[in-house]
């Protein structure tokens, strides 16, 4: 199997249309935990964050700029360009640092967001629900 990345793992969970029970269970194994700005989600709030950004994101674009691999470590520095169903645009670059499984599937990612272009109530959006 091949190992998950974050651009075609964001493309598949925010835009595409498969159930997304079936997203996740693609690029994420079932022990997966997530911490985002400090913030630690397990499996259950995971799936919870990314069914609301199903519903507030039209579009998404992601921007690999670095991508390492190194057996089971994973590792990014991405930009998203994201259009909401307001119409609003976001914009974050993206520090990531994760574990896979022998799968290749997500156990663990911590990841920091900085962003670039947006409203102040936008910073949220890696934790919102």
């Known amino acids: 199997m091949m190992a998950a990345d974050i651009k075609t793992a964001l493309n598949d969970l925010i835009g595409g249309s498969d159930p997304l029970e079936d997203v996740i269970a693609r690029h994420f194994a079932p ?3 997530q911490r985002t700005n400090g913030i630690w989600d397990d499996f259950a709030g995971f799936k919870e ?3 609301y950004l199903r519903d507030a994101v039209r579009r998404i674009d992601v921007t690999v700029l670095d991508e390492v691999t190194d057996h089971e470590r ?3 520095r991405h930009v998203v360009d994201i259009v909401k169903t307001d119409g609003s645009l976001v914009k974050q ?3 990531l640092f ?3 499984n022998v799968d290749g599937k997500f156990t663990r990612v911590e990841e920091v967001t900085m962003m670039l272009e947006g409203t102040e109530s936008d910073r949220g959006l890696g934790n919102a629900r």
Do not use: L, T
Request: net charge negative; proline share 0%.
């Open 98 to 100: 994760g574990e896979q």
């Open 93 to 95: 670059e993206v520090y």
């Open 74 to 76: 994973y590792s990014s």
């Open 31 to 33: 022990n997966y935990r």
């Open 49 to 51: 964050h990314i069914s």
